[in-house]
């Protein structure tokens, strides 16, 4: 039985970056930039107006004050996408919108709630300073300067900026087909009936929806009986047409858990088979050539647990995310908490910040066949393996989860 830690290095060695692919930029979220962006354009492309308001010289505007009101010619209006090709000369003003061209030899821009207007002139009572409410040509970026960095992850701002710079088109890192594969004769699907003996095929639905949260490509082959040779058969065929396989089930050593058999039969390099956590201890993991393959345990809540634990860090990494772990801190337990030596264990609870500091309350029975705890917990608090019973008071590092 393999520390989690070591289990984690031994899998993040493994999980390696995969190639890069062109897509459009709406279809990018979440993705990770496989090349540097480097700007087309200055932005802005000419000095605009940061305000409605008027543009003039800032130099005739030196002795305007409450006793000594200035007059300027109001020239024309300059609407967002003009482009006024006269030059503005001294005592003259153009009215102007939010994010105009400033017209040439115009240098600031007064507010229009600090004017008064009477006719076609304008009566300005203060000085304005040179660039007052001028956004600059190339303020935000300039030709030639880097935009973007290989390895940032595309949010709808990125999205903005990229079309902002005319990228309609940019290199990303392909994102792993993670290929699914449930085992065992007591599952049927959603849509039927519970009869004796049999449940609900969840694992599924949970493994899905965890892969859809990583914006990754699932390949369901759904449900596989305990049945060697078929199983061997989706194995073989999750290999060739995915980059991760995840089964669920079979991963033990009872006698119909045939995963681990296949595994050697098939000439998998086995990494290791246990793992010093609870919930989630009877996890395989294997490589073939360039594929990963985790074998699952059965239990509801251990399937999650292992996932978000092992199986989440290596998808991202392969993706080309550099922030694959997610951020750890104290959590001063509310309620005492029952448990055994031995694995590190993680406590799915309800944290709550109260007077600056996380304190971490039951969310229900932590036996790992129990998907209500998980539904009402928010974050996990984990406990060192060589902890037993913990009470309330003690502190431990904890971190949300599903956010």
Do not use: W
């Amino acid at each position: 039985m393999i520390n989690p830690g070591d289990a984690l290095n031994i899998i993040i060695e493994e999980a390696k970056l995969l190639s890069s692919e062109e897509k459009h930029i709406l279809n990018c979220l979440n993705d990770v930039l496989a090349e540097d962006i480097y700007s087309k354009d200055n932005l802005p492309p000419f000095d605009k107006s940061a305000m409605d308001g008027y543009a003039i010289k800032s130099e005739d505007s030196v002795n305007c004050s409450e006793e000594n009101i200035g007059g300027f010619k109001i020239k024309g209006l300059i609407k967002a996408g003009d482009f006024c090709e006269e030059v503005i000369k001294a005592g003259e003003a153009y009215k102007i919108m939010t994010g105009a061209a400033v017209p040439q030899g115009a240098d600031a821009v007064i507010q229009i709630e600090k004017v008064r207007t009477e006719d076609e002139t304008l009566y300005l009572s203060e000085a304005v300073k040179k660039d007052n409410n001028i956004i600059k040509l190339g303020e935000e970026i300039k030709i030639g300067d880097l935009a973007l960095s290989k390895g940032t992850v595309i949010r709808p701002v990125e999205v903005g900026l990229l079309s902002s710079l005319g990228y309609e088109y940019i290199k990303v890192y392909r994102k792993p087909t993670v290929a699914l594969i449930i085992t065992g004769d007591e599952l049927v699907d959603i849509h039927s009936q519970i009869q004796k003996g049999k449940i609900r095929n969840s694992n599924e639905y949970s493994l899905k929806a965890m892969l859809k949260n990583l914006n990754c490509d699932g390949l369901s082959l759904g449900i596989v009986p305990d049945n060697k040779e078929a199983l061997k058969e989706k194995m073989e065929y999750a290999l060739e047409h995915a980059d991760i396989v995840l089964s669920s089930g079979g991963a033990s050593v009872g006698d119909y858990d045939f995963v681990r058999g296949i595994l050697e039969e098939i000439g998998a390099d086995i990494k290791f088979t246990s793992v010093a956590v609870k919930p989630g201890k009877p996890l395989t993991f294997a490589t073939i050539k360039d594929k990963l393959f985790f074998a699952l345990p059965g239990n509801p809540m251990a399937i999650i647990n292992d996932f978000q634990e092992f199986v989440r860090p290596a998808i991202e990494k392969m993706m080309g995310k550099s922030q694959i772990f997610k951020e750890e801190f104290p959590v001063i337990l509310a309620d005492n908490f029952r448990g055994k030596a031995g694995r590190q264990k993680y406590l799915y609870v309800h944290i709550k910040k109260q007077e600056g500091s996380y304190y971490a309350y039951k969310a229900g029975s932590q036996s790992s066949n129990h998907l209500m705890t998980m539904s009402r917990a928010n974050g996990v608090v984990i406990i060192p393996k060589g902890c037993e019973n913990v009470q309330a008071g003690e502190c431990f590092n904890g971190k949300f989860i599903f956010r």
